[in-house]
């Protein structure tokens, strides 16, 4: 075994420590900074090379940090940020549309991670404080740092990690550096877009002046075009009306108490909907740095980084509406209650087309001095003002989203059926006495149109200094700083309201001509599914043109037929529905030293230090006033709000302050085994939507879905006590083992209470005295009381004409909301191993990386209780695996990453008001790279991505509570890259 020499001198531990802590000088900066002091640094490219600096990485630090480092100049070993992040231990990835997204550290999800750049705190993406990894491009990131226990130095919010993301500088590799890239993107799942969709990107930086001057540019532009085809349930109501139906149309397992009542709870979905989306996404980045130093002591640098990303869909989906009591035909349950089988009658089934286009843009412009006093003494100061901003109406002629829904409620019963495969079927048995509606009865239902732009800024001003030295009693560094952070968070949502007289009545199938419709067939939706495609129920699908549709609704639904309820495609039709602001000042101070024994033939080293934080939160909300819920239609009920007056804007405010003390130990017990200790506690503020004030009401509060929810601007953060124990073995050289043990005490946790209110003047229709005689009359002619009947039945005992909605009266009874409030509850742990092997074979080319991370605590979700529930999102085992084999110009990568079941989240969009949860079916990719040096410049390369065709499913409370199935397919590149230095 070869030995390897890593005891440190005090010198050498100041010099790394120097090199490797604080906000200015990440760990991975330590080439750069090596290089700006004129130091020959002989660095090792490619996998291995990128491999050996994670592992110094590792090692050299206190407390416990992991990261991935650039393989060469503009090659990152992933062409996704989150997907390299997901290589690492502990991390879990969030994918959106087929792609890395979001992460999840040691089981706490993206709101409890914070991302910096360069050191500086980066405002979330929109109205949130979740960073969408996935719109920052590879190129021109030099390392990702991952910082998993407490440190003094680092901005709170990152209690389950905090992600540092380090771009190149130009004194950081002085002389002249090129790069360009192009590649060919193919996604095997396309259809209307281009089958090859390009990607370049080039990177230049260069030092002048005898090296005292440097700029660095940066760009790449992307674009993919892909289709996503999905199945989905919106939501599972618990405990339904069950009608007195004969044996032979029930079947259910569940156990008979001693009264003959069955025991447990029985859940019915809502709907059952299928989809495809076919998408075109482009991403542009861009990044100027430039360098000045007057002298050799100070460094002055300026910087400004750009991403905008570009998303536009368009939708076509079909699918049922379920209303249940006495609509209910027959069904069919599982031990657990669940209708795996039910035959539904009312509502409707409906054909959809939906637009937008969805822009982000992220801007960031710093300014940083570093000036080192003398030997000893060091002073850094940085400002920087960045926003990350969504908005949903890039679309020029919707400015939003646009939704239109047409279809029919002509129909007999729907038969909704999961009792074979892995897709329910969804079957409509139509009035006309067939399984296929024909295009000519095919009638509007309503079109929506929102618009729900967010976000969010950061300005930061940091001053940090330092001293380095040497004193008998161990001392040799002593970082202090203060900063001052204002953050703040903001948007506001638009909305139509249904437009174009909702709910089938009166019918308007002659605007729509036959030959606006296409059938197509369901033969190869979903077909890496069982039950998917060509086995699927329906067969068939029809679609049309979203922009035909609405000219010609405009066109013949009009004010003057049908009065307010006319078709527009404005959001803005009403004006804005709600709106809300969350601004965070942060005043904050810290101390942070460095401390070195030598104990006998051992070597301990701490980092020690603490952070305070005073941060006044002030939340500003504009609530509209409800007037009134109308029946609009069988499937369909609006709130209507006051019109006119002024806006009602309302302010909250609230205040919090934390003291974060932390301590790591590191003890060298060999030349080739450390073993670490830390103790810290680190916080993460609550999510915006809980801290924005006020109340607000579901714009569409269908029978079962009467919800809406109240902030709190006073809640408290996340305080979690963190406790990490590891030992590590560096065998050979970029080899190494690991295993390290954390837990998480986490106080405050932030929970959901739901609870029934009545607001005085909102009336419920439903069940009221005329909607019960409209019952009594319906079943005195021996007919089915279904909703569409009821509905019909109330508006001819009213004498309502055909255009006008079922009003309520003072009579009828409030409607009972169901109001969720968060606040701040009990305490939460979380425990967990992470284990991590990374080998070298010697010089023949081989090695591997694989890391496990199992997780537990008690944070699970009881699927059994309807009560309300606090779990921790996001928590689940992990596992990666890294096979590469790199000589003679040939490198081979090939990665396996894996994570199992997770809950996503509580509560379902059309869910019971118990906050039903929202699991993800364990996930298994695998990816492969390829690259060839044609010479020392110019090299060739291959990369597969998800190449195993693997899916995303999830579930509610049992896994026979389908939710969603996603399916993207393969993606494959080709492409080339010339450099030289």
Do not use: C
């Amino acid at each position: 075994m070869k030995n390897l020499t890593f005891k440190k001198t005090r010198l050498t531990l100041a010099i790394s420590l120097l090199l490797g802590s604080g906000a200015a000088a990440p760990a991975f900066a330590q080439e750069q900074a090596l290089a700006e002091k004129d130091l020959e640094i002989i660095q090792v490219k490619g996998i291995r090379g990128s491999y050996m600096r994670a592992s110094d990485m590792k090692r050299e630090n206190f407390g416990v940090v992991d990261g991935i480092s650039a393989e060469d100049i503009g090659k990152f070993p992933d062409t996704n940020l989150a997907e390299s992040l997901g290589r690492i231990t502990g991390i879990s990835v969030s994918r959106t549309n087929g792609e890395g997204s979001e992460i999840t550290a040691r089981g706490f999800g993206p709101e409890f991670n914070l991302v910096t750049l360069n050191g500086r705190q980066m405002p979330g993406t929109g109205n949130t404080r979740s960073y969408d990894l996935s719109n920052l491009s590879p190129e021109g990131v030099n390392a990702l740092e991952v910082y998993k226990t407490a440190r003094a130095e680092l901005p709170s919010g990152g209690l389950g990690a905090t992600v540092n993301i380090v771009t190149s500088k130009p004194f950081g590799a002085p002389g002249q550096q090129f790069s360009v890239m192009a590649k060919g993107i193919h996604d095997s799942s396309v259809e209307t877009g281009d089958d090859i969709t390009p990607e370049v990107s080039a990177m230049y930086s260069n030092t002048f002046m005898d090296e005292t001057f440097g700029i660095g540019l940066t760009f790449s532009d992307q674009r993919r075009d892909f289709r996503q085809q999905t199945a989905n349930i919106q939501g599972w109501q618990a405990n339904v009306d069950l009608p007195d139906l004969d044996a032979a149309s029930v079947v259910d397992p569940r156990t008979i108490d001693a009264d003959g009542n069955r025991v447990g709870n029985h859940f019915f979905p809502k709907d059952m909907n299928y989809s495809i989306r076919d998408v075109e996404r482009t991403k542009t980045n861009g990044q100027v740095v430039l360098q000045y130093a007057p002298f050799d002591s100070l460094v002055a640098t300026i910087d400004y980084t750009m991403t905008k990303s570009s998303t536009a869909e368009e939708e076509s989906g079909w699918g049922i509406w379920n209303d249940f009591g006495s609509n209910i035909n027959a069904y069919e349950l599982d031990a657990n209650g669940t209708a795996i089988y039910a035959d539904i009658s009312g509502n409707d089934g409906s054909f959809t087309a939906s637009k937008s286009t969805t822009e982000v843009e992220a801007k960031s412009l710093g300014f940083n001095l570093d000036w080192a006093i003398n030997d000893e003494y060091s002073l850094a100061f940085d400002y920087h003002d960045s926003s990350n901003e969504v908005d949903n109406g890039a679309d020029s002629q919707l400015g939003g989203y646009g939704q239109v829904i047409l279809g029919s409620d002509q129909l007999d019963s729907k038969i909704y059926d999961y009792r074979t495969g892995e897709i329910p079927h969804a079957q409509i048995y139509w009035s006309n006495g067939t399984t296929e509606l024909a295009p000519g009865e095919i009638d509007s239902n309503f079109s929506q149109f929102i618009h729900s732009p967010g976000e969010s800024t950061i300005e930061q001003f940091q001053l940090d200094g330092s001293w380095t030295g040497d004193l008998s009693v161990g001392l040799i560094r002593v970082d202090v700083g203060a900063a001052y952070t204002d953050q703040e968070m903001s948007g506001w949502t638009a909305w139509s309201g249904l437009r174009g007289g909702p709910g089938f009545n009166p019918s308007f199938t002659s605007v729509f001509p036959d030959v606006m419709f296409t059938r197509q067939s369901t033969s190869g939706l979903l077909d890496a599914f069982s039950g998917g495609g060509s086995s699927l129920q329906p067969n068939y699908y029809y679609t049309f043109d979203f922009d035909e549709a609405v000219a010609r609704q405009q066109a013949m639904l009009t004010e003057d037929l049908l009065g307010d309820n006319y078709y527009a495609v404005d959001p803005y039709f009403d004006g804005i529905d709600s709106q809300q602001s969350v601004q965070e000042e942060t005043s904050s101070v810290y101390l942070q030293t460095a401390w070195e024994w030598e104990l006998g033939d051992y070597i301990l080293s701490m980092n020690a230090g603490a952070r305070y934080e005073q941060t006044d939160v002030t939340s500003v909300v504009r609530q509209a006033v409800p007037e009134e819920v109308q029946w609009a239609g069988a499937s369909e009920w609006i709130m209507v709000n006051e019109q006119g007056g002024d806006d009602n804007f309302a302010t909250f405010e609230g205040d919090h302050s934390v003291f974060l003390p932390m301590i790591d130990l590191k003890l060298d017990i060999t030349d080739d085994l450390v073993a670490r200790a830390s103790w810290g506690k680190s916080i993460s503020r609550a999510p915006l939507s809980n801290l924005a004030g006020g109340r607000s009401l579901t714009g569409s509060p269908k029978v079962g879905a009467r919800s809406g929810s109240e902030g709190n601007t006073n809640l408290q953060p996340f305080k979690s006590n963190n406790i990490d124990l590891s030992i590590e073995y560096y065998y050979e050289e970029g080899s190494y083992a690991s295993v390290g043990y954390f837990k998480k005490k986490v106080d405050n946790f932030i929970a959901t209470e739901i609870v029934k209110k009545e607001i005085d003047g909102l009336h419920d229709i439903y069940e009221g005295p005329r909607y019960n005689q409209a019952v009594a009359d319906i079943e005195a002619r021996g007919d089915q009381a279904t909703s569409t009947a009821i509905f019909d039945q109330m508006k001819s005992n009213l004498g309502l004409g055909e255009l006008d909605p079922i009003r309520p009266t003072s009579d009828d009874p409030l409607i009972v909301w169901d109001i969720s409030r968060p606040f701040n509850s009990d305490t939460k742990t979380v425990d967990g191993f992470e284990i991590a092997v990374q080998h070298f074979f010697g010089d023949s080319g081989f090695g591997f990386g694989a890391n496990a991370t199992f997780v537990d605590g008690d944070v699970d979700f009881d699927t059994e209780s309807l009560e309300q529930q606090a779990p921790l999102v996001g928590i689940s085992d992990s596992a990666n695996l890294q096979l590469f084999y790199e000589k003679h110009g040939l490198s081979v990568k090939t990665t396996y990453s894996w994570r199992d079941d997770y809950l996503i989240g509580v509560g379902q969009d059309q869910g019971s008001s118990d906050a039903p949860p929202q699991y993800a079916k364990e996930f298994g990719q695998l990816d492969l790279s390829v690259n060839y040096d044609i010479n020392e410049d110019f090299t060739v390369f291959f990369e597969g991505i998800n190449l195993n065709d693997e899916t995303e499913q999830g579930y509610g409370r049992y896994e026979e509570q389908f939710l969603f199935a996603r399916q993207y397919g393969p993606r494959y590149a080709i492409g080339a890259r010339y450099s030289f230095k």
